[in-house]
């Protein structure tokens, strides 16, 4: 595998802070102060070290596990990321809401995959680190809690190295500047080149999130709210990015939006309708732990023009439009890639590149067909409405932008986990 040097993240401290926040202390780490972080050296320092770290994300849809293989070559020198083992499980954490003790088990059960992975002579020194994002926001406090405890339980018992705050809600905030410093490190636009850095956009199923290096002042200083903008401290300079998490505007949560259920009561016996379904359409659907009879509209006409004026509701005075979206290189990635994939626009496993007018044209064709020729989902048509009036509407991209579409950049999955773990090692301080 190809490897990915390390040149960047370990020196980056992740202090994400918003502009409102009362302190304004900036964190500067040296690289020596990096060379502490990480595990200390039982051989000469002309030989390598493999250490590990493990990262669970316990989104709203699914939990994955990511175990990451680090090289160090010698006290002077910068480690390598060598390789990701990944795998994932549905449904996420949250929809054992209900029955916390599920929470466990399935976090129990992706440890297996660490097992393998983690030599047994270095279980007792690589971390075990679980952050939940949408899902458990979404969630009642005591309930989110109950699940989080479940999950502490199983790392307590188990034979890693369980730091303090080991498993937490990580904010909107985090989740949307950590995928960002993610994906840069990955593409190598954190080496020097932090101009052409490339902005991010992340759709799961209770969140969505965009962030992005602004290179104008007045994107900054137009935002409606202090908190759409994060710092973090990089090669001794403050970075600004225009950085929010939309909690309700994931895929999953946009549904429940777009079908009239959010906060519905009596779910046993209604039956929630959209011009979106198939209309002779009718099955449960699932989320967030709770059950909702959904169908087609037998009464109305099903196509992408009524679909897309039940989805606009979602994004309406919701979604923030920033200025110079056009100025910078987006990727878009979880639910952006695979529903593009579930449509047919690109490769499952080469991603590709898309303007926003081709989520548009598919859309339309999957909704006004949807009646003859049944899609690979009956949520499809829904799915990509929703996709572009989200791109168009919400965040106001062009019809011409181009998005390239990944799931993985050189092997590692696109996601904030990588970022994560880094920043966690800062925090730990592990000798």
């Not at 985090?174 to 080149?193: C, D, H, P």
């Not at 989805?311 to 200025?323: A, F, R, T």
Request: proline share 5%; glycine share 6%.
């Amino acid at each position: 595998m190809k490897r990915v040097v390390v040149l960047v993240l370990l020196l980056v401290v992740v202090v994400v802070l918003p502009v409102a926040s009362q302190s304004r202390a900036q964190v500067q780490t040296s690289l020596l102060e990096w060379c502490n972080v990480l595990p200390s050296l039982s051989r000469p320092a002309n030989h390598s070290r493999i250490f590990y770290s493990v990262m669970f994300d316990a989104g709203s849809t699914g939990t994955r596990i990511h175990v990451y293989t680090f090289i160090q070559s010698g006290t002077e020198e910068l480690p390598v990321l060598d390789n990701e083992m990944f795998h994932s499980v549905k449904p996420g954490l949250s929809a054992y809401a209900d029955y916390p003790q599920m929470a466990g088990k399935t976090v129990r059960m992706l440890l297996r995959v660490a097992k393998k992975t983690v030599p047994r002579l270095e279980w007792k020194r690589t971390p075990l680190v679980l952050r939940a994002t949408a899902g458990l926001r979404l969630l009642a406090a005591e309930k989110a809690q109950a699940l989080l405890e479940q999950v502490q339980h199983v790392f307590d018992d188990s034979p890693f190295l369980v730091p303090d705050n080991s498993v937490s809600i990580m904010n909107g905030t985090n989740e949307g500047v950590l995928a960002w410093i993610s994906l840069n490190f990955l593409t190598g636009n954190l080496q020097g080149r932090p101009r052409n850095a490339v902005g991010i956009l992340d759709l799961g199923g209770g969140s969505t999130q965009i962030t992005f290096l602004p290179k104008l002042r007045k994107t900054i200083e137009s935002v409606p709210l202090p908190d759409y903008v994060a710092r973090f401290d990089l090669f001794n300079s403050t970075f600004e990015l225009y950085t929010h998490s939309y909690l309700g505007s994931g895929l999953m949560a946009a549904r429940l939006v777009t079908l009239g259920a959010l906060g519905a009561e009596g779910l046993e016996w209604r039956v929630f309708k959209s011009s979106c379904l198939p209309k002779k359409f009718r099955d449960e659907w699932s989320f967030g732990g709770l059950t909702y009879q959904v169908s087609g509209d037998p009464d109305s006409h099903a196509g992408y023009k009524l679909c897309y004026q039940e989805v606009l509701k979602v994004v309406k005075g919701i979604i923030h439009q920033p200025h110079e979206l056009d100025d910078s290189v987006f990727f878009a990635f979880s639910y952006y890639f695979d529903r593009a994939v579930d449509a047919g626009l690109i490769d499952r496993v080469q991603g590709g590149e898309l303007q926003v007018r081709d989520f548009k044209k598919r859309a339309k064709e999957v909704c006004n067909k949807m009646t003859k020729h049944p899609p690979v989902s009956p949520f499809l048509c829904m799915d990509m409405t929703y996709i572009s009036c989200l791109l168009k509407d919400g965040f106001g991209f062009k019809d011409s932008t181009v998005l390239q579409l990944s799931k993985k950049v050189h092997n590692v999955e696109a996601s904030w986990a990588l970022g994560a773990i880094l920043d966690h090692f800062h925090h730990l301080k592990i000798r």
